[in-house]
């Protein structure tokens, strides 16, 4: 069903994609423009889009990003619904909640296959912790409600047998400083949150992991199957109207992927914004080692990936359900395999 679905509207995007690819004499005139909403643009989840930028690829097709960053992947979200975003960085399950609510939105690029995401106790809290039934009523941050790291923080719950209304979840942004000193002060008791910052938090002796999705063996423990992490995401309009920026942004995304598989330490660093180290060069790369063999390896999601988010979906919300047709509309290999029909991918 997914494949039908998906092949009535390739021929448009297809076609789209040859005549307006970036190549041509028009598109080389007038650079295009296009904005993306994200969350922690620092953090390694989005390290494929952002390597993308900072390797010139969106350049090279005569694309420019303008960056809409946002304190969640939830407020992401919203700013593409309110029309101040046309593109959406952030989980994939963001999909399937756009699809619930009547909002036809598909992801066009996987960037991980994994959440990439960790849930640690602080150390404190670990130490007087005997068994995880002392875990009840703690205070444990995520960026937000509705967010990646408060569904992989509901999950963790759920796979604990713990009671999920006996924890307190505490939004604390996505920005770095915030979120360290939460940990720091004793504002929270546990925190959810992705890397860097949960690797120097680790470092730093300030938290104890409990669980993660840094490796593809554990997400599947955690989810029960292979899962997807962060994608890039639009309404089906957009992948309509403007189909050649959509294959120009999974170019890009690809080519990066493609070109993390062999990049060194010190290329990384020489491509990596200076901010996005936190101040420390092996810090980064040590978390990098973590997180990198999760990223896509060519930018498609498979079948049995999307229907393990679907369940984990399924298992966290009671109310507004979908069913297997939302899941075969909420995501598209359509570009990704456009892409690499393209020269130089």
Same mark, same amino acid.
């Given at each position: 069903?997914?494949?039908?679905?998906?092949?009535?509207?390739?021929?448009?995007?297809?076609?789209?994609?040859?005549?307006?690819?970036?190549?041509?004499?028009?598109?080389?005139?007038?650079?295009?423009?296009?904005?993306?909403?994200?969350?922690?643009?620092?953090?390694?989840? $989005?390290?494929?889009?952002?390597?993308?930028?900072?390797?010139?690829?969106?350049?090279?097709?005569?694309?420019?990003?303008? #960056?809409?960053?946002?304190?969640?992947?939830?407020?992401?979200? @919203? &700013?593409?619904?309110?029309?101040?975003?046309?593109?959406?960085?952030?989980?994939?399950? $963001?999909?399937?909640?756009?699809?619930?609510?009547?909002?036809?939105?598909?992801? /066009?690029?996987?960037?991980?296959?994994?959440?990439? &995401?960790?849930?640690?106790?602080?150390?404190?809290?670990?130490?007087? &912790?005997?068994?995880?039934?002392?875990?009840?009523?703690?205070?444990?941050?995520?960026?937000?409600?509705?967010?990646?790291?408060?569904?992989? %923080? @509901?999950?963790?719950?759920?796979?604990?047998?713990?009671?999920?209304?006996?924890?307190?979840?505490?939004?604390?942004?996505?920005?770095?400083?915030?979120?360290?000193?939460?940990?720091?002060?004793?504002?929270?008791?546990? *925190?959810?949150?992705?890397?860097?910052?949960?690797?120097?938090?680790?470092?730093?002796?300030?938290?104890?992991?409990?669980?993660?999705?840094?490796?593809?063996?554990?997400?599947?423990?955690?989810?029960?199957?292979?899962?997807?992490?962060?994608?890039?995401?639009?309404?089906?309009?957009?992948?309509?109207?403007?189909?050649?920026?959509? *294959?120009?942004?999974?170019?890009?995304?690809?080519?990066?992927? @493609?070109?993390?598989?062999?990049?060194?330490?010190?290329?990384?660093?020489?491509?990596?914004?200076?901010?996005?180290? &936190?101040?420390?060069?092996?810090?980064?790369?040590? %978390?990098?080692?973590?997180?990198?063999?999760?990223?896509?390896?060519?930018?498609? /999601?498979?079948?049995?990936?999307?229907?393990?988010? #679907?369940?984990?979906? %399924?298992?966290?919300?009671?109310?507004?359900?979908?069913?297997?047709?939302?899941?075969?509309?909420?995501?598209?290999?359509?570009?990704?395999? *456009?892409?690499?029909?393209?020269?130089?991918?």
């Amino acid at each position: 069903m997914v494949e039908r679905v998906q092949r009535r509207e390739f021929s448009a995007w297809a076609m789209a994609g040859v005549l307006l690819a970036p190549d041509l004499t028009q598109a080389a005139v007038s650079p295009q423009k296009v904005s993306i909403a994200l969350a922690a643009k620092s953090s390694l989840y $989005h390290l494929p889009l952002v390597l993308a930028d900072q390797l010139g690829l969106f350049k090279h097709d005569n694309l420019q990003i303008d #960056w809409v960053e946002c304190e969640s992947g939830l407020q992401a979200v @919203q &700013m593409a619904t309110n029309g101040q975003a046309e593109v959406v960085s952030g989980a994939f399950e $963001h999909t399937l909640d756009l699809q619930a609510q009547g909002q036809n939105y598909r992801a /066009f690029v996987l960037q991980s296959r994994t959440p990439q &995401m960790s849930l640690g106790l602080a150390s404190r809290k670990a130490l007087a &912790m005997k068994s995880l039934s002392d875990l009840k009523s703690i205070k444990l941050g995520v960026s937000s409600y509705g967010s990646g790291t408060h569904w992989f %923080a @509901q999950q963790w719950i759920q796979n604990a047998n713990l009671d999920v209304d006996q924890i307190q979840f505490v939004e604390l942004g996505a920005s770095t400083a915030p979120v360290i000193e939460a940990v720091k002060a004793g504002t929270i008791d546990a *925190l959810c949150h992705v890397d860097p910052i949960v690797h120097y938090l680790e470092l730093k002796n300030e938290l104890r992991i409990l669980a993660e999705c840094r490796s593809l063996l554990s997400s599947q423990r955690m989810f029960g199957g292979p899962m997807l992490g962060a994608c890039l995401f639009a309404k089906s309009e957009f992948l309509q109207k403007r189909a050649d920026v959509a *294959l120009t942004l999974t170019r890009g995304v690809v080519r990066s992927l @493609q070109w993390l598989k062999t990049a060194g330490p010190s290329d990384i660093l020489k491509m990596v914004p200076t901010t996005n180290l &936190m101040g420390d060069r092996a810090l980064y790369l040590g %978390a990098l080692e973590k997180v990198r063999d999760t990223f896509s390896l060519d930018g498609l /999601f498979t079948v049995e990936s999307a229907q393990t988010a #679907w369940r984990a979906r %399924a298992n966290r919300v009671t109310t507004n359900r979908t069913n297997w047709t939302t899941l075969g509309k909420s995501y598209t290999n359509e570009f990704t395999l *456009l892409s690499k029909r393209k020269p130089n991918i």
